[in-house]
């Protein structure tokens, strides 16, 4: 059914006007300063967009969906993760693929695509994790990323003995990357000095919640993108710093940067909002914060928004990763090392961002729209399909009022986890109406469309 979306303010990245919006054929076809609603095809909906923002569809680069964890997986499936994404706003998802050591990629992927297709009500790409990188592996990446449509991996130096790579194996793995213009997405941290402060912890009887974030400071994660970005240095490889958390770590990817370093930084909701305080609460309470890196001193919070505003830090993600907190973030009461690591958050992150970034003037709009759809885009290989308002880009259309006043709470929310993380919070701003290629698939916070409307999303490589 071809839609109108008439006499809203459509800001991008760049832009900022006041015109209609014609899709057909899930393609935005024109954009004129008024579409005459009568010339059109029969049946074609529309949507009266008066005093309401029109965005371009959000994305969301880093989410976890089917993710094992100790003998148990996140909550989320796709038709759970993919309508709380499309009520808070957010299109497209990227999601971490993420093997265990001794899974061939290929059989991976596979498992990771079969749990998306057919079910995702949202499109959606994958990050594909090299967390082995024999000859085996290392054809298998090949061919993921240049016959599947899937040009990033994503690497752990954290992690040890499961995800972690070697350094000898980091070295190669970026050398063909740089050779096949993949970009590679990376949890910086440093895999043997978080298990040796862990093991040390623990041993002195610090098995609280409280104690995740002593076990793995702000100097290891910030050793960690330094230590990325000397291999990138060496490599000439892409390189995109996932849930960047505090300013030691930015600054590290800010002067690989000035060194010439082909480097991007990426910021989550949860670090721009919360602070460690949050995982020392009584009562094991601190648990449904746990994430890694874990939230930090809220004075880093300044630098992240202040960059964001800068744009010096490109996207803002969630790293969404929902564990039940009565079933399964308990599985760590006798050591914090046993928590499933996440904070659940995909639902909430655009109007997180607009509440405490858009409103209190830490950013603008454009901005706003840049890290949380533009940058993406562009990064991925996805641009201009996605990311912008154009013609000829997918119908990915967000009508956004953002007056609109409520309170966060798990009764609400569309993802399948037992707790929200921002329970009783008052946030401005709602997803009034959202659109995938055309298709209306939320209304007012909930999900109204078609759930098996979600496509793979086949990617070119382009960081050469």
Not at 102 to 125: I, N, Q, R, S, V
Not at 177 to 202: F, P, S, W, Y
Not at 242 to 258: I, K, N, P, Q, Y
Request: proline share 5%.
């Amino acid at each position: 059914m071809p839609l109108l979306i008439k006499g809203g303010r459509i800001i991008t990245a760049t832009d900022d006007d006041r015109a209609d919006i014609y899709c057909e054929s899930e393609t935005i076809t024109r954009i004129e300063p008024s579409i005459d609603a009568s010339t059109l095809a029969p049946g074609t909906e529309v949507i009266d967009a008066t005093g309401k923002l029109v965005f371009p569809g959000f994305i969301d680069p880093h989410v976890h969906v089917h993710l094992p964890f100790m003998g148990t997986n996140a909550k989320d499936d796709w038709e759970s993760v993919s309508r709380a994404a499309l009520a808070g706003g957010t299109t497209t998802l990227i999601e971490m693929v993420c093997p265990g050591p001794d899974d061939e990629p290929m059989a991976a992927f596979e498992t990771w695509l079969g749990h998306a297709k057919g079910t995702a009500a949202c499109d959606f790409t994958f990050h594909m994790s090299a967390v082995r990188f024999d000859d085996l592996a290392r054809e298998q990446l090949r061919e993921i990323a240049t016959t599947r449509g899937i040009p990033s991996f994503k690497v752990f130096l954290a992690y040890k003995g499961a995800l972690d790579l070697p350094d000898e194996h980091l070295f190669s793995l970026l050398t063909m990357a740089k050779e096949l213009g993949v970009i590679v997405t990376a949890h910086c941290e440093n895999a043997e000095l978080v298990d040796a402060m862990q093991r040390a912890l623990i041993s002195e009887g610090k098995t609280g919640p409280e104690w995740h974030e002593p076990s793995r400071p702000e100097c290891v994660e910030a050793e960690g993108v330094h230590h990325l970005a000397t291999f990138a240095e060496l490599t000439g490889a892409h390189i995109y710093t996932v849930h960047t958390s505090c300013e030691a770590a930015v600054r590290a990817g800010l002067e690989a940067r000035a060194r010439g370093v082909n480097i991007w930084i990426e910021a989550v909701a949860p670090h721009l909002v919360l602070d460690k305080t949050y995982a020392e609460k009584p009562d094991f309470e601190g648990a449904k914060y746990v994430m890694s890196p874990p939230l930090r001193e809220k004075r880093n919070q300044d630098c992240l928004w202040n960059q964001l505003r800068a744009r010096a830090i490109s996207t803002i993600g969630t790293d969404h990763a929902p564990f039940d907190f009565k079933a399964q973030k308990t599985m760590g009461r006798d050591a914090f090392t046993k928590i499933p690591n996440g904070i659940p958050s995909v639902q909430e992150r655009i109007d997180l961002v607009h509440t405490f970034g858009v409103r209190t003037g830490r950013l603008d709009y454009h901005a706003f729209v840049d890290a949380c759809s533009t940058q993406a885009a562009r990064i991925f290989g996805m641009y201009p399909r996605k990311g912008t308002i154009r013609a000829g880009s997918d119908g990915d259309i967000v009508m956004y009022d953002p007056d609109h006043e409520r309170t966060l709470s798990v009764d609400t929310s569309l993802s399948a986890v037992d707790y929200n993380a921002y329970e009783g919070w008052k946030v401005t701003g709602r997803a009034e109406v959202v659109t995938v290629r055309g298709k209306v698939q939320a209304r007012e916070g909930k999900f109204v469309g078609e759930q098996t409307h979600g496509r793979l999303l086949e990617r070119e490589p382009t960081h050469f």
